[in-house]
């Protein structure tokens, strides 16, 4: 099963509750999205110097730490500078990418801001323009698509203003779906899960699945997040007022765990199926939370974390879900203060990060010590998504601002 990824990770509605991190948050925007908690922006003038100079000055420090730890000499600067394990891909538009999926390892779609959507039919080295034919041009426009799910030829796109679709023949036709407006939040998910099957997160945190295309859904958390807040700081218990304010960046894992984090940064939730609500935790640190997700896609394999300043934290796995505190270890990674904004594993050595002025970041020690990339060094924006496809040849791709698309090609390309 493909997990909500993200995309980021994804569009957030700021006034409400959170939204799935499988498409970019406007919390880790630079200036225009998601505010400026996340990553620091810098005007095009001297943009170039400064983070030529970041980069320089991570490879230097994070690949000497790592390559001592293990005895291992520490590479040129020259050589550790030149490496680009990504190539920039063109798509048809220059609006953000907010999410990416593929349905057999050549056909795929991208979706975005502006009613921004392309298809792909060679495994994501050229993409065509497509537009739905139950929405005319003027009303398209006026859509951020938010997240793209397919499974065997079936798909939904979700896009905000609220708006589901729907197609069976992998993509040639698409049927709008009627939504409740009684739904508890804004649907911020929705992740194919087999013929006319899906699972849709709102803003409030309910989950629900549908087994005839739409048509109905059936909750599975009997309490939202927020009545799960308020129900929690109304208990009398110690310090339950810290459990207060609204939610972001949801996500699922492979098994079906979702994982949410406080709007304010001071807290995480975390919910399993058969659990009736969502549990709040610490975040055990005095920074601030700017994003979360899963170590390999499973929660059993433990969380990672990133703090405002550029921090990156990783959790043992087979922590105990139910405790109110988890136990991290932060990462070697020095970003020069960019912010991270995502974080995929492509195996289980190799760890990729993603942030503000398209920093690139990788590990192969599993998440210990990361060095720079410089495969998105010279193009201007900022990335807010990196996934990787296990079941299509663990093809990678990185979403960012500005129609930016990036493939990964590997050490050897």
């Not at 003027?138 to 203003?161: A, C, N």
Request: glycine share 10%.
């Amino acid at each position: 099963m493909k997990l909500f990824s993200s995309a980021v990770i994804f569009a957030l509605a700021a006034s409400n509750y959170g939204v799935l991190a499988f498409s970019p948050s406007q919390n880790m925007q630079c200036t225009s999205r998601r505010g400026a908690s996340v990553t620091l922006c810098m005007s095009s003038v001297g943009e170039e110097d400064r983070r030529s100079f970041v980069s320089k000055s991570a490879i230097t420090t994070a690949a000497s730490i790592a390559l001592s730890t293990i005895g291992i000499s520490s590479p040129s600067i020259a050589n550790a500078a030149s490496a680009k394990q990504w190539k920039k891909i063109a798509v048809p538009f220059e609006d953000t990418i907010y999410d990416i999926d593929f349905d057999s390892p050549t056909h795929g779609y991208i979706v975005g801001a502006r009613g921004s959507f392309a298809e792909t039919n060679d495994g994501g080295n050229t993409w065509e323009p497509r537009s739905f034919s139950n929405l005319d041009a003027e009303e398209e426009i006026t859509y951020r698509f938010q997240v793209v799910s397919f499974q065997d030829g079936e798909g939904w796109v979700l896009g905000k203003p609220t708006l589901l679709l729907h197609t069976k023949d992998s993509g040639k036709s698409w049927e709008r779906i009627p939504l409740s407006p009684k739904l508890p939040g804004e649907p911020t998910g929705i992740l194919a899960t087999g013929p006319n099957k899906a699972e849709m997160i709102t803003s409030s945190g309910a989950v629900y699945t549908t087994e005839n295309a739409g048509r109905n859904w059936k909750a599975q958390v009997k309490e939202t997040i927020d009545a799960t807040l308020n129900r929690i700081s109304s208990s009398g218990v110690s310090g339950a007022s810290y459990f207060t304010g609204s939610i972001v960046n949801e996500q699922r894992d492979s098994r079906g765990a979702y994982l949410a984090v406080s709007s304010r940064g001071n807290f995480f939730l975390t919910w399993e199926p058969g659990q009736d609500f969502w549990i709040p935790h610490n975040r055990g640190t005095p920074r601030r939370i700017q994003n979360m997700g899963f170590v390999r896609g499973d929660i059993k394999n433990g969380l990672w974390m990133t703090l405002n300043g550029g921090k990156l934290l990783t959790s043992s796995p087979g922590v105990d879900l139910t405790g109110e505190e988890f136990p991290f270890t932060e990462a070697n990674i020095k970003t020069g203060g960019y912010g991270i904004t995502d974080v995929a594993w492509r195996d289980e050595n190799e760890v990729w990060a993603v942030g503000g002025s398209n920093t690139m970041f990788v590990s192969k020690d599993n998440g210990k010590n990361f060095v720079f990339d410089g495969s998105a060094n010279d193009i201007p924006g900022n990335l807010y998504n990196v996934k990787f496809f296990p079941e299509f040849g663990n093809a990678g791709w990185a979403l960012g601002s500005n129609g930016l698309l990036l493939k990964y090609v590997g050490e050897n390309a």
